[in-house]
C-alpha cells in the first residue's frame, strides 16, 4: 500500500513537469488554460446564484439573456430573459470581469437587497441598469465610482436611498444618469460637474435638498436636466446659461428662490423650459426673448412681478405659455401678436392692467386663451374674432366693460366661454347663437332667437343679468340642455309650454323674475329634473298636482299665487304615472323598446336572405364593372377608399368640401400621428377626420399605424369605443371619419379648471366604468383578444354626455397564441406597464396597468405621478384619499357616490401592481364596477391610501373569484 502511494506521487510530478514543460514550449497554450479557468469560474457563479436554476456548467453561454466573447467568458448579462427574485448578492462579481453590459430591469420579480460593493470588480462595465426593480433597496455604495467605464447609469424606480456619494463624479465617461423616482437626499455633490460627457441627466422625484452648485456649467454635453420634484432651494445659479447644448430644463416643484438669471437666454437651443412651482421673484428677464427655438414655457406659481418684456414677442416658435398665478403687472404687451405658432396662453391670476390689445387677433392657431383674474379694462376688441381655432375663453373677473362684440360669433370652435364678474353691458348680440359653447356674464336686452342655434349647449347661465321681454320659444329648441339658469332678471310672459321638450333638463331656476300665467303641465313630465326654482315670480292657477308629487323634486314655489292642489298622493300617483309616460320625452323610448323587441326576432332572418341575395348580387355586379371603374376610383378616391354611416353615403368631396380642402381652421387637435379636423356635412351631420400629414404618409412607421387602425376599429362595436364611419388610404390623401366627440380628450377636460369642474365625481365614476367595460370587451370577447398598448388620457375622448369612449388603435394589437407576442415599446410615457418596457412581451396585463394610472388620474385631476412611486410599498397612514381627490370639486358627501371613488381608487392600486400577474383581469373589474358598488360605512375623510393598500389584493381574490364563478 506504502509503494502505490509514492509510485502515485512520483506519477503526478512527472505530470506536472511535463505540463509545464508544454506551457514553456508553446504559451498560446497557457492562455487557453486561462480562459477556460475564467469560463468555468463564471459558470460556478452563475449556477451559485441560482438565477437560471439548475445547467450543466459546460453551456453558460447558451443561457438565456447571456452573451459570451470568443474565449467563453461573460461580456452581457440581460435579466429580462429570465426569472428572478434574489439578491443581488446572490452573484459573485468578481467572477465576471470581463463582463461589460448589464441590464436587470424589472422582469417578473424584483431583484431584493441593496447594491452590494462588490460590483466595483466590474472594471469593463459601461452599461448598468437596475431600473424599476421596487424591492431593491440600500443606498448607492461609494464602489460606484470605481466604474470609470460606464456611460449609461440607470437606476430609477427603485427604493434606493440616502444620498449621492461624492465618488460619482469619477465616472467621466457617463453620457445617461438616470437616478429619478427613488428616495436620494442630501444635496447634489459639487463633484458631479466633473461629468462632461453627461447628455441626460434625470434626479427628480426624490427628497434632494440645498442648491444647484455651480459646478454643474461644466456640463457642456447636457442636453436635458431634469431635477424638479424635490426639495432644491438657493437662487438658481447664473452659471447655467453656459449649457449652450441645453435642450430641456425642468426646474418645476422646487423651493428655488430670487430672480430667474438673466443668463438664461443664453440657452439658444432650449426648446422646452418650466420653471412653475417655486419662489422666484423680480422681473421676467427681457433676455428671455434670445429662446428663439422655445417651444413650451411654463413659469406660472412663483412671485414674479414687474411687466411682461416685450421682448416675449420674439420666440416666435412659441406654442405653450403659462405665466398663471404670479404678481405680473403692467399692460400685456402688443408684440404678443408675433407669437404665431402659440397654441396656449394662460396669463391668469397676476395683475396685469390695461386694454386687452388688438394684436392678440393674430394668433389664429391659439386654442386656449385664459387672463381672468387680472384688472385689464377697455372693451373686448372685435379682433378676437379672429381666433377661429379657439377653444377655450375665459375672461372672467376683470373690469372689462362695454358691449360685447357681435364678431364674438366667428368663433366657431369654442367651447367654453366665461366672461362672468366684469361690467359689461348691452344686449346679447345675436351672432352669440352660432358658439356651441357656455357662456356667461351678458347684460341687458333680450334673449336673442339664436340662441336656439346653440344645439350642443348643455348650462346655460344668464342669471342677474337685467335681461327683459319674454322667454323666447326657440330656448326649447335645446335638447341637450341639463342646466337653465335665467333667475334674477326683469324676464315677463309666459313660460313657455314647450318646456317640456327639454327632455334632458335636471336643473332649473327661473325665480325672481316677473313671468305670468299657469305653470306649464309639461315640467311635470320632465324625467331627469331634479331641482326646480319657480320663486318671487306673478304665476298664476294650480301648481300641477304631480308636480308636487315628485319625490326627486326640490320645488321652491314660496310666493306664488297659485295654490297646491287638496290632493293625496295615492289619488294622484296613477293619473300622473300615466301622463309621465305618455311624455314626449319617454314615448319614443318606450315605442323604441317595443320594437326593438320585435325586431330582435324578424330582422336576423330576413337580413340572413337578404344578403345571401345581395352577395350573389355583389359578386356578379363586381366582376363586371372592377376593370372600368378602378383607374377612375385610384385616380380621384385613392386606391382604399370606403366611407358610409348610418344616414347613407358619406361622398369624398362632401369631405373635402366641409374642411375647404383640411384647412387649418378646421383643425381641433393634433393626435400620435397626424390632425384631427371637424366637418360639418351637407346632412348636417358632425364628424371628426384624423387625417396624415403627407410627410407623415410617407413614414413607414405612421402609414403602418394608420392602416392599423382601420384594421381594429372596422372589426369591433362597443358603445364605449369611438365610431369608425370610414377611410381613405392613398398615399396622397389618408384620413379617417370618426364619431365626433364633443368634449375633447379626457386629458383636456381634466387639465383646465372650468372643464374639469364640469365633470363631477359620479360623471367621473361613469368614466372609469365605461373605459373597463370597453377593455373588457376587447381582452375576453374578441377573438383572438386585443391590446390596445396606448390607454392613456389623451386616448379617452369624450361626448356630450361626458361618457367616455377609448380611441387611438393605431398601436393596437392581436394576442396570438401561436406567438411569442413579443414587440418593440409602444404607449405614451407615464402610463406604460414597467414589464413591456423591459420584457418587450405585450400582454392584456399591460393594458390594465394604463388603465389604473388614468382611473387614478380622473379622480386626481392631475396625472398620479408621484403616487405611483409611492405605491411600492405601504403608503403612511396619515396620507388620506381626501388629500389626493381633486380639489377643484367638493368631496363627496353621499355615500354611494363616496363608496364608488373608493372602489375606483382600490381598483387603480390593485393595476398598479409592478408583478403582472397580480394584477386583476379587466372582465373582473368589469364586473366588480357592476355588482359591487355600495355605500361607504365610514366618513371619506377616514379613509387613508393604507386602507387601500390593505384591501387591494383583497379585491383581486375576490373579484377573480367572481369571474370564475359567473363563467362556471
Not at 427604493?159 to 442630501?186: D, E
Request: glycine residues 6%; charged residues 15%; proline residues 6%.
Amino acid at each position: 500500500m506504502w509503494n502505490n502511494t509514492i509510485t502515485s506521487s512520483v506519477y503526478s510530478v512527472m505530470l506536472l513537469a511535463i505540463s509545464m514543460a508544454a506551457l514553456f514550449l508553446d504559451p498560446s497554450s497557457a492562455e487557453s488554460s486561462s480562459s477556460s479557468f475564467s469560463s468555468s469560474v463564471e459558470a460556478k457563479a452563475m449556477l451559485n446564484s441560482g438565477w437560471w436554476g439548475n445547467f450543466s456548467s459546460r453551456n453558460h453561454c447558451n443561457l438565456e439573456g447571456i452573451t459570451c466573447n470568443g474565449a467563453g467568458s461573460v461580456i452581457q448579462m440581460r435579466g429580462h430573459y429570465f426569472y428572478y427574485g434574489n439578491n443581488l448578492a446572490d452573484m459573485n462579481w468578481s467572477s465576471l470581469p470581463n463582463l461589460e453590459y448589464l441590464d436587470l430591469r424589472q422582469s417578473y420579480y424584483s431583484l431584493t437587497g441593496g447594491i452590494p460593493g462588490e460590483i466595483a470588480y466590474l472594471s469593463k462595465l459601461t452599461h448598468l441598469d437596475l431600473s424599476f426593480n421596487f424591492d431593491l433597496q440600500g443606498v448607492l455604495p461609494p464602489t460606484l465610482g470605481n466604474l470609470t467605464q460606464l456611460v449609461h447609469l440607470d437606476l430609477s424606480e427603485t427604493n434606493i436611498a440616502g444620498p449621492i456619494p461624492s465618488s460619482i463624479g469619477n465616472l467621466r465617461t457617463l453620457t445617461h444618469l438616470y437616478l429619478n423616482s427613488i428616495h436620494l437626499n442630501g444635496s447634489i455633490p459639487l463633484e458631479i460637474g466633473n461629468l462632461k460627457n453627461l447628455v441626460q441627466m434625470d434626479l427628480s422625484f426624490n427628497n434632494l435638498r440645498g442648491p444647484i452648485p455651480s459646478s454643474i456649467c461644466n456640463l457642456s454635453s447636457l442636453a436635458k436636466l431634469f431635477i424638479h420634484s424635490n426639495q432644491l432651494k438657493g437662487p438658481i445659479p447664473w452659471e447655467i446659461g453656459k449649457l449652450k447644448n441645453l435642450i430641456e430644463l425642468n426646474l418645476f416643484l422646487n423651493n428655488f428662490h430670487g430672480p430667474i438669471p438673466p443668463s438664461i437666454g443664453n440657452l439658444s437651443s432650449l426648446t422646452y423650459l418650466s420653471l412653475h412651482s417655486n419662489q422666484l421673484s423680480g422681473c421676467i428677464p427681457p433676455e428671455i426673448g434670445n429662446l428663439k427655438s422655445l417651444v413650451d414655457m411654463d413659469i406660472s406659481f412663483n412671485i414674479l412681478n414687474g411687466p411682461l418684456p416685450s421682448s416675449i414677442g420674439n420666440v416666435s416658435s412659441l406654442s405653450f405659455l403659462s405665466l398663471r398665478s404670479n404678481k405680473l403687472g403692467g399692460c400685456i404687451p402688443s408684440e404678443i401678436g408675433n407669437l404665431k405658432s402659440l397654441r396656449v396662453m394662460d396669463m391668469s391670476s397676476n395683475i396685469l392692467n390695461g386694454s386687452i390689445p388688438h394684436e392678440i387677433g393674430k394668433l389664429e392657431y391659439l386654442v386656449n386663451l385664459n387672463i381672468s383674474l387680472n384688472k385689464l379694462d377697455g372693451p373686448i376688441l372685435p379682433s378676437i374674432g379672429n381666433l377661429s381655432a379657439l377653444t377655450y375663453l375665459s375672461l372672467r373677473s376683470n373690469q372689462l366693460s362695454g358691449c360685447i362684440p357681435p364678431e364674438i360669433g366667428n368663433l366657431k370652435s369654442l367651447r367654453v366661454m366665461d366672461m362672468s364678474s366684469n361690467i359689461l353691458n348691452g344686449s346679447i348680440p345675436s351672432s352669440i347663437g352660432y358658439l356651441s359653447s357656455h357662456f356667461y356674464s351678458m347684460k341687458n336686452g333680450p334673449i336673442p332667437d339664436e340662441i336656439g342655434n346653440l344645439t350642443s349647449l348643455s348650462d346655460l347661465d344668464l342669471r342677474i343679468y337685467l335681461l327683459t321681454g319674454p322667454v323666447p320659444d326657440i330656448i326649447c329648441e335645446l335638447k341637450n340642455l341639463k342646466v337653465l339658469q335665467v333667475s334674477d332678471n326683469l324676464l315677463c310672459g309666459n313660460i313657455p309650454r314647450q318646456v317640456g321638450g327639454l327632455c334632458s333638463l335636471e336643473y332649473s331656476e327661473l325665480g325672481r323674475n316677473n313671468l305670468i300665467g299657469a305653470i306649464p303641465s309639461g315640467l311635470t313630465y320632465l324625467p331627469q329634473l331634479q331641482y326646480l326654482d319657480l320663486s318671487h315670480n306673478n304665476l298664476s292657477g294650480k301648481i300641477p298636482a304631480c308636480l308636487c308629487l315628485l319625490t326627486t323634486l326640490n320645488l321652491s314655489y314660496d310666493h306664488l299665487k297659485g295654490q297646491i292642489p287638496n290632493r293625496s298622493r295615492n289619488d294622484c300617483c296613477e293619473v300622473c304615472y300615466h301622463r309621465k309616460y305618455s311624455s314626449p320625452c319617454l314615448t319614443p323610448r318606450v315605442n323604441k323598446e317595443k320594437r326593438t323587441m320585435t325586431l330582435t326576432l324578424v330582422v336576423p332572418l330576413l337580413s340572413t336572405i337578404f344578403l345571401s341575395l345581395l352577395g350573389i348580387f355583389a359578386c356578379f355586379c363586381f366582376c363586371k364593372t372592377q376593370k372600368t371603374q378602378s383607374d377612375a376610383r385610384a385616380t380621384k378616391h385613392g386606391n382604399i377608399c370606403s366611407i358610409w354611416n348610418y344616414d347613407g353615403g358619406i361622398a369624398y368631396e362632401d369631405i373635402i368640401k366641409a374642411t375647404n380642402d383640411f384647412d387649418l381652421r378646421y383643425c381641433i387637435g393634433t393626435g400620435g400621428y397626424g390632425s384631427v379636423y371637424r366637418a360639418q356635412l351637407p346632412s348636417g351631420k358632425v364628424v371628426a377626420l384624423k387625417k396624415l400629414h403627407r410627410l407623415e404618409a410617407e413614414d413607414p412607421a405612421f402609414d403602418h399605424s394608420f392602416r392599423n387602425e382601420v384594421q381594429m376599429l372596422t372589426n369591433v362595436r362597443h358603445k364605449n369605443i369611438v365610431k369608425l364611419y370610414g377611410f381613405c388610404l392613398h398615399k396622397r390623401c389618408m384620413f379617417l371619419v370618426y364619431e365626433c366627440m364633443e368634449k375633447g380628450s379626457l386629458f383636456c377636460a381634466l387639465r383646465f379648471d372650468v372643464e374639469a369642474c364640469e365633470i363631477g365625481w359620479i360623471q367621473r365614476v361613469n368614466i372609469v366604468e365605461g373605459m373597463a367595460h370597453a377593455l373588457s370587451y376587447l381582452h375576453h370577447d374578441c377573438t383572438p383578444p386585443i391590446v390596445h398598448r396606448d390607454i392613456s388620457s389623451n386616448n379617452i375622448l369624450l361626448n356630450s354626455q361626458q361618457e367616455a369612449f377609448i380611441a387611438d388603435f393605431g398601436t393596437a394589437r392581436l394576442l396570438s397564441p401561436d406567438s411569442s407576442n413579443q414587440t418593440v415599446i409602444a404607449g405614451t410615457y407615464g402610463y406604460i406597464a414597467p414589464e413591456l418596457a423591459y420584457t418587450m412581451v405585450v400582454t392584456e396585463k399591460c393594458d390594465v396597468y394604463s388603465f389604473g394610472v388614468v382611473a387614478l388620474e380622473t379622480i386626481m385631476g392631475r396625472h398620479p405621478g408621484e403616487l405611483l412611486s409611492s405605491l411600492t410599498s405601504p403608503p403612511s397612514e396619515n396620507v388620506m384619499i381626501i388629500d389626493v381627490l381633486d380639489s377643484r370639486l367638493l368631496p363627496p358627501t353621499n355615500p354611494i357616490v363616496a363608496g364608488d371613488i373608493v372602489l375606483v381608487a382600490t381598483m387603480a392600486f390593485a393595476c398598479l401592481d409592478p408583478k403582472p400577474k397580480l394584477r386583476p383581469s379587466m372582465l373582473s373589474l368589469s364586473q366588480e364596477l357592476l355588482s359591487h358598488r355600495k355605500a361607504l360605512a365610514v366618513p371619506l375623510c377616514t379613509v387613508s391610501l393604507r386602507n387601500l393598500w390593505n384591501q387591494k389584493m383583497d379585491f383581486v381574490h375576490q373579484s377573480n373569484e367572481q369571474v370564475i364563478s359567473a363563467q362556471v
